[in-house]
């Protein structure tokens, strides 16, 4: 008779399996930008590691480059996020949020004009307390333990927004409708969304995974995002963060942000 | 006993009718929010909740509320409460339903919601109002259940019931609590960051819960010539009186703190709801309804001539309902989110399909009540309680 239940599972199963593992074998012979087949030796590199990955965001550098876009571009395209064209139905991993926006409690009257009208690039601070992980019914999101990402997973995610509602950062974004038909060109590398799931940036562990530097770093003309570990004394975050005055989002709430900003 | 909801006067088969047609709109407007995504509402990146995380916080407090009518008989074996008691009980089960429905459509991936029992997390407050409101709803139906076939046959209730009952009491309580968790623990969000955020909600829900209470009891009068007595009704007068005068006196103990500390993240909130900001105003004059009625309530409520008088408890008991139901849905949750975290000042609005649910949702709630009350009236007239 036919095929009963627990074949069919298995069937479903293997289907399944075969179809991942198509997916990853065509990802590893595509770019993920560009979409073209590459014959780079890049693509089988080690996956980059830390104890806790960290950036630091020099916004002297992103002032000298008004109106560039290119981390988020690069974010956004890698990562098949929509382009709804309106502001009530947004998705974004990483924008740019005007500068009392980004740091209320830094801004004042008389704050020196540049900075004042400048704007702060922002995503999410992967802090090492977050309350988004705590409020979350499902664990769809955690954070990772050996490396200190606040983790997604989407097909998890029930949708109910807790998350959204107990982030002081507003860096995520909930699917309001369909995001496929909004996605200016699909990246076959990275998962397109469904409606009704939340989602924000995840540092790129996709990329790390397969030793590549997350793509908004990659992206930025002027080398204003740098990426490492914090945990290791020589890394150039740490360099920074001993060299450089830098400040956090809203540090009095116990979060502990990740992204540190020079101003 | 069901089938006793089956027969019924014209009068009743047009409500139930209504009721039934209400609850189809609602249905397919939700298959539409079900098919399309939730963009069809008017919530969005700053305001992700809202009518309806802001109805299921009003009737969470109608259903704690049954503890009221509970506590006093059981505990205090206050028989005046005995014709009231069940009222209350099957009043709560059709909270907790609507309070369940409105969870439900609020979700972005219902047909993953089984994502939330097999993973239990207890650090999240929606795992466990997801316990106290569906135990909550076990203990309400269990006891009404035992209690009321028990009175059918005319013999007392068995003995084992009692300790559920008495668990009922401070499980009420903490439905309530644990829904009030689900804000103010919220770093986030300062205007919910108060720690009298549960005794708020309890107060209220004492207030708006017995209020409704006695709305019914005036109904199932008038239309079910079952009379719960003058002495039941005056007693739920007092608590209404109480509980009303506590929570108005909470709401200015929130606005002295917001006012006076003049902390901005505090206060931004409270003006947005009484004043609005800039061209933002949609919620103030739901506010300043929702004032005008509490002042109103409490003056009928509290003046013993008023109070005596039906056709001013009456409207006292409606006064108490709506000014609650504004101020501690739409105006307690929404506020919550204007300003957003980044200082923006987005308004939200629901839509027609938002609304057509929510009516829907009220209907579900409405026609368990009618068929509820409808046998609980049939065998309470057989067996020869008048």
């Given at each position: 008779m036919g095929i009963n239940r627990r074949n069919f599972i298995k069937l479903a199963g293997i289907t399944a399996a075969v179809g991942v593992g198509g997916k990853k074998i065509m990802g590893e012979l595509v770019d993920d930008t560009t979409g073209l087949p590459?014959?780079?030796?890049?693509?089988?590199?080690?996956?980059?590691?830390?104890?806790?990955?960290?950036?630091?965001?020099?916004?002297?550098?992103?002032?000298?480059?008004?109106?560039?876009?290119?981390?988020?571009?690069?974010?956004?395209?890698?990562?098949?996020?929509p382009d709804l064209g309106n502001p009530k139905d947004e998705v974004k991993w990483i924008w740019k949020e005007d500068f009392e926006g980004a740091f209320p409690s830094a801004d004042h009257k008389y704050l020196e004009e540049e900075i004042r009208n400048s704007h702060a690039l922002v995503f999410c601070n992967h802090c090492d307390n977050p309350p988004c992980v705590r409020v979350c019914p499902t664990q769809?999101?955690?954070?990772?333990?050996?490396?200190?990402?606040?983790?997604?997973?989407?097909?998890?995610?029930?949708?109910?927004?807790?998350?959204?509602?107990?982030?002081?950062?507003?860096?995520?974004?909930?699917?309001?409708?369909?995001?496929?038909?909004?996605?200016?060109?699909?990246?076959?590398?990275?998962?397109?969304?469904?409606?009704?799931?939340?989602?924000?940036?995840?540092?790129?562990?996709?990329?790390?995974?397969?030793?590549?530097?997350?793509?908004?770093?990659?992206a930025c003309p002027e080398k204003a995002l740098v990426f490492g570990d914090l945990e290791d004394a020589d890394s150039e975050v740490r360099k920074l963060l001993r060299e450089h005055y830098t400040?956090?989002?809203?540090?009095?709430?116990?979060t502990n942000p990740e992204i540190y900003y020079i101003v | 006993m069901i089938e006793k909801a089956l027969t019924g006067s014209k009068q009743y088969w047009?409500?139930?009718?209504?009721?039934?047609?209400?609850?189809?709109?609602?249905?397919?407007?939700?298959?539409?929010?079900?098919?399309?995504?939730?963009?069809?509402?008017?919530?969005?990146?700053?305001?992700?909740?809202?009518?309806?995380?802001?109805?299921?916080?009003?009737?969470?407090?109608?259903?704690?509320?049954?503890?009221?009518?509970?506590?006093?008989?059981?505990l205090h074996n206050y028989k005046d409460f005995a014709k009231m008691?069940?009222?209350?009980?099957?009043?709560?089960?059709?909270?907790?339903?609507?309070?369940?429905?409105?969870?439900?459509?609020?979700?972005?991936?219902?047909?993953?919601?089984?994502?939330?029992?097999?993973?239990?997390?207890?650090?999240?407050?929606?795992?466990?109002?997801?316990?106290?409101?569906?135990?909550?709803?076990?203990?309400?139906?269990?006891?009404?259940?035992?209690?009321?076939?028990?009175?059918?046959k005319g013999i007392k209730p068995p003995g084992w019931i009692k300790p559920f009952i008495i668990i009922s009491i401070p499980w009420a309580v903490s439905i309530h609590t644990v829904t009030a968790f689900l804000y103010n623990?919220?770093?986030?969000?300062?205007?919910?960051?108060?720690?009298?955020?549960?005794?708020?909600?309890?107060?209220?829900?004492?207030?708006?819960?017995?209020?409704?209470?006695?709305l019914i009891c005036f109904l199932l009068k008038r239309f079910a010539n079952y009379d719960v007595g003058e002495k039941a009704l005056a007693k739920l007068g007092e608590?209404?009186?109480?509980?009303?005068?506590?929570?108005?006196?909470?709401?200015?103990?929130?606005?002295?703190?917001?006012?006076?500390?003049?902390?901005?993240?505090?206060?931004?909130?409270?003006?947005?709801?009484?004043?609005g900001i800039g061209d933002a105003n949609f919620l103030v004059p739901w506010m300043w309804t929702s004032a005008v009625l509490s002042v109103v309530s409490l003056v009928l409520l509290l003046v013993p001539k008023f109070r005596a008088n039906k056709g001013l408890f009456l409207l006292a008991c409606i006064t108490v309902i709506g000014s609650l139901w504004i101020e501690k849905g739409m105006g307690?949750?929404?506020?919550?989110?204007?300003?957003?975290?980044?200082?923006?000042?987005?308004?939200?609005?629901?839509?027609?399909?938002?609304?057509?649910?929510?009516?829907?949702?009220?209907?579900?709630?409405?026609?368990?009540?009618?068929?509820?009350?409808?046998?609980?009236?049939?065998?309470?007239?057989?067996?020869?309680?008048?």
């Open positions: 590459v014959v780079d030796t890049a693509q089988k590199a080690s996956p980059l590691k830390a104890k806790r990955w960290a950036m630091v965001i020099d916004l002297k550098k992103c002032r000298e480059k008004q109106g560039c876009t290119a981390c988020i571009n690069a974010c956004h395209a890698v990562h098949n996020v769809a999101t955690w954070r990772r333990k050996a490396d200190g990402i606040v983790m997604m997973d989407m097909h998890r995610c029930i949708g109910c927004r807790y998350c959204v509602v107990a982030c002081p950062y507003g860096s995520r974004s909930f699917n309001w409708r369909d995001p496929k038909p909004f996605i200016k060109e699909i990246n076959p590398d990275y998962p397109t969304r469904m409606r009704g799931v939340v989602e924000k940036c995840n540092f790129c562990e996709e990329r790390l995974d397969r030793g590549k530097m997350p793509a908004c770093v990659e400040i956090r989002r809203k540090p009095s709430l116990g | 047009g409500w139930v009718g209504l009721l039934l047609i209400l609850i189809g709109i609602g249905f397919l407007t939700y298959l539409r929010q079900f098919n399309n995504g939730m963009y069809i509402t008017g919530l969005g990146r700053d305001v992700p909740w809202g009518l309806y995380i802001a109805q299921f916080t009003f009737l969470v407090g109608v259903a704690a509320s049954a503890v009221m009518v509970v506590l006093p008989y059981y008691t069940v009222l209350g009980e099957f009043l709560a089960i059709g909270s907790v339903i609507m309070c369940l429905l409105f969870v439900f459509v609020d979700i972005g991936n219902p047909i993953r919601i089984l994502n939330m029992p097999l993973n239990p997390t207890p650090s999240s407050l929606l795992f466990w109002d997801m316990i106290v409101l569906s135990g909550y709803l076990f203990l309400n139906v269990l006891i009404s259940q035992v209690t009321f076939s028990a009175e059918r623990g919220l770093a986030a969000r300062p205007f919910w960051l108060t720690a009298i955020l549960a005794p708020r909600f309890l107060a209220s829900a004492f207030a708006a819960g017995p209020a409704f209470l006695v608590i209404i009186t109480y509980a009303m005068a506590i929570n108005v006196f909470f709401v200015l103990l929130e606005l002295f703190t917001a006012l006076y500390s003049d902390i901005p993240e505090h206060l931004h909130h409270f003006e947005y709801l009484y004043l307690m949750v929404i506020t919550g989110f204007v300003p957003s975290p980044l200082g923006k000042v987005v308004e939200y609005i629901p839509t027609l399909p938002e609304i057509m649910i929510v009516i829907g949702i009220w209907s579900v709630g409405f026609l368990v009540l009618t068929v509820f009350y409808k046998v609980a009236m049939a065998v309470r007239h057989q067996i020869g309680y008048k």
